[in-house]
């Protein structure tokens, strides 16, 4: 009689067998012997074999039977590494106790006893082996431990029905054993216990506990069968947590901070373990089950990817030394001493896949899904390729476009110089667009432009300029109202720098009447050097204009005019003096431009004025914060408390703290219902603040964000990722366009005949020159540089894209 049990250790497999050998003695005693052998996977014979045929001793007694129980690798923190590690189990005859011994395998010839100590009962239940090593198991809803740094068998003080017992990837303390405590009746003949509802974590370092709801809620603890813990970060007394539960109803369950956040339907019944296979495409988690069933999960999709039955052994480990793991599935366990592997699948469902004594139908039928996977991702990666050709195909007729407008002015420059007259084709002819705001019948000069008269009444009335300086930039407000009832649309404003030069600038509105943020008008994608606020004016408003100081520095005036432009539906664009501005270094360096808010919220004359500049100048996000059917939180409370932020006296529905640069508009929609809209300008402080809102709100608390963030400043919207997309792929086709030129080689014969075979020649390198130029030849791997680069920047713009599109939707 002989027991096998396989580990994986550093790629290679070490084989523990137990078999039981006769005494030499006269009382004919049945003895045991306890041996091990590793074996390695070649991959050009697709088998494994033994470096040497040694069978290395572990164990050896005469008198007693012995049986492996347990075997897994386990950190063993005096060598700060993973050991193999085999609990047995040794019986003799006339004896109710059972001895037991915990052996680490260090090398190939160095096998360390670690502890041994005898019990009452047989180990049944529970049995780990985790750092230390320590050998933890159950009986009889209590816990009980033992490792080589404490003599004898300890018991927990908590009597608990167990979960879950292993390690958690924390600094401090690791051991965990998760479970709900045990609550015992007296005074009755039998023993009774009543489990509780509560799980509780118990830290075996320190005997500390905590709630067990911070790895899964208490509802399912009843239908816990295995799980494994992802992540682990212990944060102001809990622990945020990311963890898989495989449970009774056929469902793995992956957690978040207690939080159910996906399902998967598993295809057998009575799982066991749980393990992450790392692949070169992504990870896979290994589930276990009994009667040899396994199942590997995509964690992307957490969909099954493949199934196997009657598997004996499920080993997980990198056997071809290839930086990624493999899983080996062993479906017959050797039945000689020494005996190689000869039924097994060693697959990661990513390409990788070798088999020895299984038939072709069984490998291929395995890896149907993952080839079905490959073949989407293919289709994808083809549809891609072929928006990129189109791309191309489109640049490329850009750039003829380009060529012969060029030409065009080549032949131009030579007319002018040579005295004759040239004919100038219209723009609609050689396929060209104006980038201005103008009507088609009209002419691309200064005077379309149309000043107003004295005896026209303008339609706008200018009341005050006022300016502020935040960080590099300048931020000029036009307070204006209408004076009669002509509708005024396409309204923006311009700095002169050096007359008659503009600084590049962008312009939007905000209403005098109103004073949340989110009714500003934002505006529409950038042309030439000013946005312009494409909408109609029929009341008091402000026109806010964002401007660069650096320009202003280096012009020799301390004086800037403001330009006002606007359009009206009887006349052209209009453009007119509106007011000037005055920058003075020294006023920068004293801050008498920089705006008093946050830090002073009781300003009442100049504070709204603040308020706009710093909303022009601030990113915005909007967060509906749903408590599910419980009470909503004081979140007001909150941030007056904690977070001391105080409300403004000109804009009582905005909130700002002293400490950060941040405005918090908080509307409580329903009892369980609230909008928080934050305005930020360093993102370091946005996050400081979601730390902190996160810690603050209950569990049964849901943030989601129904706004996409608003940039002012740093980005431009779908207006400049498109441009910054555009840019890129013209440089990019720019650089696979070119050619180099090369020169061509001159007779220097005189003779006709010579001339004319030397013209042809020249002619036809000129030609052979021109295609090259048009249809380069590009190498395979800048081509493939070039098209992740175009992915890229496109997967940008289409994430911009879907951001501008969500706020199209009402917010709850």
């Known amino acids: 009689m002989m027991a096998v049990q396989m580990l994986t250790v550093g790629g290679d497999v070490l084989v523990f067998q137990c078999k039981t050998v006769s005494s030499r003695s006269r009382d004919q005693r049945r003895g045991s012997e306890v041996t091990f052998y590793s074996l390695t996977f070649n991959p050009d014979t697709r088998s494994f074999f033994r470096k040497d045929h040694t069978m290395y001793p572990l164990h050896r007694d005469g008198s007693a039977e012995s049986h492996i129980v347990h075997c897994s690798c386990a950190l063993d923190v005096g060598q700060r590494r993973k050991v193999p590690c085999v609990l047995l189990r040794l019986c003799r ?115 500390r506990t905590l709630t067990g709801d911070c790895l899964v809620p208490d509802a399912y603890s009843s239908v816990i069968q295995c799980m494994a813990v992802l992540s682990a970060d212990e944060m102001g007394g809990s622990v945020r947590s990311a963890v898989l539960v495989a449970t009774s109803m056929k469902q793995l369950v992956y957690f978040e901070n207690a939080v159910p956040l996906d399902v998967c339907l598993l295809p057998y019944e009575h799982p066991q373990s749980i393990r992450t296979l790392h692949t070169v495409r992504n990870d896979l988690f290994i589930i276990t089950f009994s009667q040899g069933n396994v199942c590997a999960v995509w964690k992307d999709s957490f969909q099954v990817g493949c199934c196997w039955t009657d598997v004996r052994v499920p080993l997980v480990d990198d056997f071809l030394g290839c930086g990624t793991d493999q899983i080996l599935l062993v479906f017959e366990e050797p039945r000689s001493s020494g005996e190689l592997l000869s039924n097994f699948l060693l697959t990661d469902l990513c390409g990788i896949t070798y088999s020895c004594g299984r038939a072709d139908s069984d490998v291929s039928s395995a890896s149907d899904t993952a080839q079905e996977h490959h073949l989407l991702t293919v289709r994808a990666l083809e549809s891609r390729l072929q928006s990129g050709l189109n791309f191309l195909e489109d640049l490329q007729r850009d750039v003829d476009v380009k060529d012969r407008l060029l030409h065009h002015v080549l032949v131009a420059l030579t007319d002018l110089t040579s005295g004759r007259k040239h004919a100038i084709s219209s723009p609609a002819q050689e396929g060209l667009v104006s980038l201005w705001d103008e009507d088609e019948d009209d002419e691309v000069h200064v005077s379309d432009e149309q000043m107003p008269t004295e005896r026209d009444e303008a339609p706008v009335k200018v009341l005050r300029v006022w300016q502020r300086v935040i960080g590099e930039s300048l931020v000029c407000g036009i307070v204006m109202a209408t004076t009669n009832d002509t509708c005024v649309r396409n309204m923006s404003a311009s700095v002169l720098a050096e007359c008659p030069v503009a600084v590049k600038s962008r312009s939007f509105m905000q209403r005098s009447s109103t004073s949340d943020a989110s009714e500003r008008c934002h505006p529409p994608p950038e042309k030439n050097i000013r946005h312009s606020a494409d909408i109609i004016i029929t009341s008091t408003f402000t026109l806010l204009t964002v401007t660069d100081l650096n320009p202003l520095f280096t012009s020799s005036s301390g004086t800037y005019p403001i330009i006002l432009h606007y359009c009206t539906l009887t006349s052209a664009r209009v453009s007119h003096h509106c007011g000037q501005i005055s920058v003075d270094i020294k006023d920068l360096h004293t801050g008498k431009m920089k705006p008093r808010l946050p830090q002073d919220t009781k300003l009442n004359t100049e504070s709204r004025d603040d308020h706009l500049s710093l909303m022009a100048m601030m990113d915005s996000w909007c967060f509906l914060i749903d408590g599910c059917d419980h009470t909503l939180a004081d979140v007001q409370g909150w941030l007056r408390d904690e977070l001391h932020a105080e ?72 207006s400049q990722t498109l441009e910054a997309e555009l840019q890129s792929i013209t440089q990019a086709v720019s650089s696979v366009l070119q050619c180099e030129e090369r020169g061509v080689k001159r007779c220097s014969s005189d003779t006709s005949s010579e001339t004319l075979q030397r013209l042809r020649e020249e002619r036809q390198t000129e030609m052979e020159r021109y295609n090259r130029r048009l249809r380069p030849l590009v190498d395979a791997a800048r081509y493939c540089r070039l098209m992740e680069s175009l992915i890229r920047t496109q997967m940008n713009g289409d994430v911009v894209a879907l951001r501008e599109a969500q706020t199209d939707f009402p917010r709850l």
């Open 93 to 207: 005859k006339r004896s109710s106790a059972f001895k037991y011994t915990l052996y680490s395998v260090n090398s190939l010839t160095d096998a360390k006893l670690r502890v041994d100590f005898v019990l009452p009962y047989e180990m049944r239940e529970n049995i780990s082996i985790v750092q230390g090593p320590t050998l933890v198991w159950c009986h009889e809803n209590t816990v009980c431990y033992v490792c080589s740094q404490t003599p004898g068998v300890k018991e927990l003080p908590v009597p608990m029905t167990v979960r879950f017992i292993g390690g958690l990837p924390l600094r401090l303390r690791k051991l965990v054993v998760l479970g709900s405590p045990v609550v015992s009746k007296e005074g009755l003949n039998e023993s009774l216990s009543v489990t509780g509802l509560k799980n509780t974590l118990y830290f075996m370092e320190d005997e």
């Open 647 to 718: 409300r403004l006296e000109a804009e009582p529905n905005y909130a700002a703290p002293p400490s950060a640069l941040l405005l918090f508009h908080w509307v409580r929609k329903t009892p369980f219902q609230g909008l928080l809209t934050v305005h930020y300008r360093d993102e370091l402080d946005l996050l400081r603040f979601l730390n902190s809102l996160c810690d603050f709100l209950p569990a049964s608390h849901h943030v989601k964000l129904v706004g996409t963030p608003r940039s002012h400043g740093r980005c431009g919207g779908l």
